[in-house]
């Protein structure tokens, strides 16, 4: 650059740098574009080619006021009316900040212009050389960002945009919870699957333990009903061996009283077979009698003829009495009658001549007493014959009494023998019975409590089997299945949830993006309304007609500014590098710049060269608006410009450049 040094004063109001062309005015806004951080010019590509020629280093510092205002300072931090910025450029290419001789960054310069809304790189506030052309040329969009960041409505573009961003990640997020949603659904009906078969194999698995259980207490039941039985049976065979040694007792007695009975009988009857022998006996001696008597009378009769035949007769009936009387029971009792038999023999042997007249008749008598005594006798006979008769009928049934009762005595004591040995048995069945049965009873706690079974263990077992098999078809159900399924359940219904709060906060963003565009629209609107009074009051001083028209308005995005000119009495048109001259941009464009002065909110504004292509007649009717527009604002306004003689008379600060021997030069005219 052309300064080796200056120090240049600026003014409060329009401050105007003037000089021919080469002198070095567009190098001092150049110079205070990049003190203000500006990275590119379009005068060089890189900082360093604006290094003076020789030099290896330059410095450019600008003063900014701090004084308070209102009661504030721009920048509360700083305590001092005057804030020194400075930039470094070094030729190697190393660039650097100083704010109050202190090394700053890039970050806490923009800040600090931040707090006195200055914007090097908007075109609305600093308009470089060249510009005001290259200004029609942007696009509307470029230029209604400019004017909302020189009029400081940036922020209702960045809510705007914030809310839209932010719609936009509500409903990306809509998109990904919805994916996600029903991604968790097609999930959650999955594991929801492998959960019901969880929770069957959960109600098999507590039905199995139950058939167990009952399963358990069925057998302990079994026992007990074993047990139960083998006491009943223990006791119904204590019952029959009482009962048999009742009847055992019974019998016995039975057996004494046909003992008795029998002994009776016996004597009865032998009695009755003495009386019998005893009346035999004299039926006997009766008919010995008898016998004799007739023998006797007969031999009586024939003694005569052959005493020895009667004596032989005799001797043969003594022989057939022996043998008669050898053949009864006691024998030994007729002893006194054969004696007596001999003796009468001998008797009768010795007196039979005397006495044969006498025996005849005494025979005969005694033949017939006898036969009346032998009809008794037989009468007595038969009855006791009949009696013997009973009475041995009496005594062979007492006899088979006493054998019937002694068969069943002896039955009743081997039914006793084998009852007692029953009992036996039974107690070592019932002693094992119930061994099982502490068993199976101790098992069977383990398992549960009693409970009283309603199906036989067979039908559990088959049952059981039934549990078993449905259970190996859910064996490869896992215990993770109810955690995943609480899990993916618990995260469906955060997902829905989400979902719901996604829906319910994309209507209140749709709403707040509602808000913020109206609200961005309604302070647009205000701003070009009023841009627009000021705007088509200064082209009238051109005898040229426009308005400002904000286009595209329903979308911040693709919104934009479109200016309208006509001049000498055409129609307004947009404003492009094609349709107006290069004089009739320019005054379009400065015109647009000083309708919006009023509204910008940076403390300096610059443009240079801005009248380039005007006439003589614009050239002065811009000038005098220029002044009149920045009248009573609180900031400094820079132009640029070759010619003096526009602002000569007028209430301005100029400010006189000139190149002398290859050096800027600056005078402050008065």
């Known amino acids: 650059m052309s300064y080796e040094y200056a120090r240049i004063p600026f003014t409060e109001g329009v401050n105007v740098v003037c000089g021919p062309n080469g002198s070095g005015k567009s190098s001092i806004l150049l110079g205070v574009s990049v003190a203000l951080g500006q990275s590119s010019t379009e005068r060089s590509k890189r900082l360093s080619d604006l290094i003076r020629y020789g030099k290896d280093e330059a410095r450019v510092t600008l003063v900014l006021d701090n004084s308070p205002r209102d009661g504030r300072r721009p920048v509360n931090k700083i305590k001092k009316d005057q804030i020194f910025l400075t930039r470094n450029l070094r030729r190697d290419g190393k660039y650097w900040f100083e704010l109050e001789n202190t090394a700053a960054n890039k970050i806490e310069v923009n800040r600090l212009l931040s707090k006195f809304e200055v914007d090097p790189e908007n075109m609305l506030i600093i308009m470089h050389q060249n510009m005001v052309n290259q200004f029609s040329v942007l696009s509307s969009q470029d230029k209604l960002r400019m004017v909302e960041a020189a009029v400081g409505f940036e922020s209702y573009r960045k809510n705007v945009i914030l809310a839209q961003k932010k719609l936009s990640r509500i409903l990306s997020q809509g998109d990904s919870v919805g994916k996600l949603l029903e991604s968790a659904q097609q999930t959650l009906n999955y594991w929801r699957e492998q959960y019901d078969r969880y929770q069957k194999k959960k109600q098999l698995l507590i039905k199995r333990r139950f058939l167990e259980r009952e399963l358990s207490w069925a057998e302990v039941l079994k026992r007990e009903r074993i047990v139960a039985k083998l006491k009943e049976q223990k006791q119904e065979r204590q019952r029959k061996i009482t009962k048999n040694e009742v009847e055992i007792q019974t019998i016995n007695l039975h057996v004494t009283e046909f003992h008795d009975k029998l002994e009776d009988s016996r004597k009865s009857w032998k009695n009755l077979f003495e009386n019998r022998i005893i009346f035999e006996r004299e039926l006997a001696k009766l008919d010995l009698i008898v016998s004799t008597s007739n023998q006797d009378l007969k031999d009586m009769e024939t003694f005569t003829e052959n005493h020895y035949k009667s004596m032989n007769k ?18 030994l009792d007729l002893r006194p009658q054969i004696s007596e038999i001999k003796a009468s023999y001998d008797a009768l042997k010795e007196t039979w001549i005397q006495r044969f007249n006498m025996r005849r008749t005494t025979l005969n008598n005694s033949v017939e007493s006898s036969n009346e005594q032998i009809k008794t006798l037989y009468a007595k006979i038969s009855d006791i014959k009949s009696k013997t008769d009973s009475l041995g009928h009496e005594i062979e049934k007492i006899t088979n009494d006493v054998v019937e009762s002694k068969i069943k005595l002896a039955l ?44 036989s263990s067979m039908d559990i077992l088959e049952e059981l089997r039934l549990t078993d098999g449905h259970l190996t078809a859910l064996a490869d159900v896992s215990e993770n299945i109810e955690h995943m399924y609480e899990s993916y359940s618990k995260l469906y219904l955060e997902l829905k949830k989400k979902a719901r709060l996604v829906a319910e906060n994309r209507e209140k963003v749709l709403e707040e993006v509602k808000a913020r565009m109206d609200a961005w629209r309604s302070v647009i609107h205000k701003l070009l309304d009023q841009v627009n009074i000021n705007y088509r009051q200064i082209l009238s001083e051109a005898h040229a007609v426009g308005e400002v028209k904000l286009i595209n308005e329903q979308d911040t995005e693709d919104a934009g500014l479109e200016i309208f000119v006509g001049f ?92 002398v021997e290859g050096a800027s030069l600056i005078k402050e005219v008065n």
């Open 412 to 455: 009743l004591n081997f039914q006793k023998d084998q009852f007692n040995k029953n009992i036996i048995h039974l107690d070592k069945d019932l002693q094992q019975a119930l061994v099982d049965l502490s068993e199976y009873v101790s098992r069977a706690e383990k398992v549960g409590q009693r409970l009283v079974p309603i199906q």
């Open 568 to 659: 000498k009495g055409g129609k307004p048109v947009p404003l492009n590098a094609y349709t107006q001259s290069g004089g009739e941009r320019s005054t379009a464009t400065v015109t647009f710049l000083l309708a919006l002065q009023q509204h910008v909110h940076s403390p300096f504004r610059a443009v240079d060269e801005y009248d380039v292509h005007m006439d003589p007649k614009n050239r002065e009717i811009i000038a005098n608006l220029l002044v009149s527009s920045v009248a009573g604002l609180d900031s400094q306004y820079l132009a640029i410009t070759p010619s003096q003689l526009t602002f000569t008379g007028k209430n301005v600060h100029l400010i006189a450049v000139q190149n």
């Open 314 to 331: 005799v001797f043969d009936n003594i022989k057939t009495l022996q043998r008669v009387v050898h053949e009864k029971t006691n024998p």
